[in-house]
């Protein structure tokens, strides 16, 4: 079970995991990504005492508005956007400002097809990677 064995490894000194994400590329389910984030932020001795959740695996900014509201409305990960980025049909600049604007959409409680419209960025990537198929 992960959420025994990531003790053990925070016990080693280990100080973040890549738990993979939501829609994620690989075969974990959501609720996995969920319960591994959660064993991950819970402190073993004191308050500060927890390890940095990495999400990776597929993400492009279309999984940040569900990321953000499964993980208790947090920033405080590492959200990894390999291909999400350099995949941008307007190349890595844009992707990176595309994950950007995809997660202030989240933290602002804005639907990201709405923001989309004032964030070209953003609305590029929804048409490249919105299947779910191509980050």
């Known amino acids: 079970d992960f959420k025994v064995w990531q003790q053990f490894w925070r016990l080693l000194g280990v100080d973040q995991f890549q738990i993979n994400g939501i829609a994620s590329k690989y075969w974990e389910p959501d609720d996995s990504f969920v319960e591994?984030?959660?064993?991950?932020?819970?402190p073993i001795f004191s308050p500060g005492d927890c390890a940095l959740p990495v999400a990776g695996s597929g993400q492009w900014g279309g999984q940040a508005p569900e990321t953000y509201a499964r993980t208790g409305r947090t920033v405080d990960l590492l959200y990894l956007c390999g291909g999400g980025i350099v995949s941008h049909p307007d190349g890595p600049g844009?992707?990176?400002?595309?994950v950007q604007q995809a997660w202030q959409a989240a933290v602002d409680g804005i639907p990201l097809a709405d923001f989309a419209l004032n964030h070209p960025e953003l609305a590029r990537s929804i048409e490249k990677f919105g299947d779910g198929k191509a980050a």
């Open 36 to 42: 591994s984030f959660k064993a991950v932020t819970t």
């Open 94 to 98: 844009a992707g990176v400002r595309a």
